[in-house]
C-alpha cells in the first residue's frame, strides 16, 4: 500500500507542474525587476511548492517562513491561528513574496498579508501554487498563481489531508471514499 493508492485521479503531473513552475518563476523575477525580496513561504503547504519555484528564481532574494493553521473539521478551513511570523528585519521595510499552496476562501492570504503589513513590511504581493476561484469568500487574487482548479479537495505537492498526502510529485483527486 502506497499513497498513490489513495488517489483517484492526477490533475496536475510533474511534468505540468515544472512547465508552470517555470512560467510564474519568470512573472516573479520580472515583476521584481533588478530589486531583491523575500521570499515567505507559508508552513506547512507551501514548502514544497517555495522550494522549487525560488531555484528558478535569479534574483537576490531571501528566504523566511510563516506557520499559520486552521482549526476545522474535514476538508473545511475554520478558524486562522498564526503559529510563526518573521519579525523584525527580516520584514521591516522589505518587499514580500507571500507564498502559499492554495487560496481557496481567501480567508488565510488576506489575514497573513495583514499581518505582515502590520508588522512593517513595506510591500507584500502574493503567489500560490493553486487557486479556487469559485470559492472566494473574501476579495482577494493572487499576483501569480500556476493553476486555477475546480471546487474540489485536492492532494498532494505538499497539499496534505490530514496531514498526509504532502509527498506526492503531482497534484491529485483523493478517493472520495476516504474523506466523506
Ligand atoms: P482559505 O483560507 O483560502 O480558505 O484556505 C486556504 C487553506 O485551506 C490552504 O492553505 C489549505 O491548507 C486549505 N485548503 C483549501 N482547499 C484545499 C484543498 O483542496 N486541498 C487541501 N489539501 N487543502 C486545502
Ligand atoms: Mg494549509
Redesign the pocket.
Known sequence: MSVHDDIDRILFDEQQIKTAIDRVAAEVSRGYGDRGFTVVSVLK?SCVFASDLIRRIPNRIELAFLAAS?YGAGTE?GELRIDFVPTGSEIEDRDLLLV??????????SKLREELQRRGARSVRTCVFLD?PSRRSVPISADFRCFEVENL???GYG???AGRYRNLPYVGALRRELYS
Open positions: 503547504g486552521s478551513s502559499d499552496d492554495i487560496l481557496d476562501t481567501g480567508r488565510t492570504l479556487k479537495f485536492v492532494v497539499l496534505d489531508y
